[in-house]
């Protein structure tokens, strides 16, 4: 069991490395380098997902989107980080502060409970955890062409790849939403955990971006009022969505320095 614990957060740590490599390599124009770290770097988060879900299965990781969104966000942005500098810069940033947000106030303790075994529960997860990414990438796409040089042309294919961002970030939200009640009815003979803070942030959530797909109805003008919705609600996503799976600050073990 520690050489599994010990596998998954190197493979993590290696992850956040490349990723702080490919911002320092950005910074400095070296465009490929900066592509290859920070591949790289995916391929390690995308071997940590892996091995917590291989030593886990048929229980689920939850709690531990944290570990998962900074791959998601990387391979979903993959393409404008490839052709686009300044939302190169911007989201090599953005993940290397969320891998490293997760590596260092880890919340990997939780109760198996037996009813994490359905297949609901990983749909629940997974699903929960591209729609944070998608909405994530919506915000810095949003930054990246709010900040854009004063006297560039403002293109309308920033509002089309917010807008498709967040349609998908929406559905798969809802398929999360909709398989979480389900699941949380067949485990637990309710569908809604009413109380349960977390059940009325993603609520939140899910309301809001609805109300973004809706903006066109109003003549929401100008576009780039759109743009600051969408980096609003990127804000929201990762303070009421992603913080709160994130636990104490832990120095990973390999910073520890015993003294015999």
Known sequence: MGMTTTSIQYSFLAACI???????????????????????GLLFNLLSICLRYWFSFPMLPLYQGT??????LGG???????ENFDQRTIFILFISILAFA?????????????????????????????????????GGLALGYMIKKQGEPFSNH?????????????????????????WSYLGWGTPVVWDDPI????????LYYGLFLHLH??????????????????????????VPDM??????????????
């Open 67 to 72: 570990y998962f969104i900074p791959f998601f």
């Open 217 to 242: 109805l109003f003549k929401f003008k100008p576009a780039k009022n759109k743009l600051l919705f969408a980096l609003i609600g990127s804000v929201w996503v990762f303070w009421f969505n992603c």
């Open 102 to 138: 997760a590596l260092l106030f880890p919340n990997d303790f939780y109760l198996p409970f037996i009813q994490f075994k359905t297949p609901l529960a990983h749909v629940f997860f997974i699903f929960g955890v591209i729609a944070k990414a998608c909405f994530l990438s919506a």
């Open 158 to 182: 920033a509002n089309q790849s917010i807008r498709r961002m967040i349609i998908w970030g929406f559905a798969c939200l809802s398929v999360s939403i909709f398989s979480g009640a389900i």
């Open 199 to 206: 059940i009325t942030t993603t609520m939140g959530t899910w």
């Open 18 to 40: 490349c990723y702080a490599c490919a911002f320092g390599f950005n910074i400095l124009r070296h465009e490929r380098m900066t592509m290859i770290i920070f591949s790289l």
């Open 247 to 260: 636990g104490k600050f832990v120095l990973p073990s390999i910073f520890r320095f015993t003294t015999g």
């Open 76 to 82: 979903i942005i993959f393409k404008e980080i490839l």
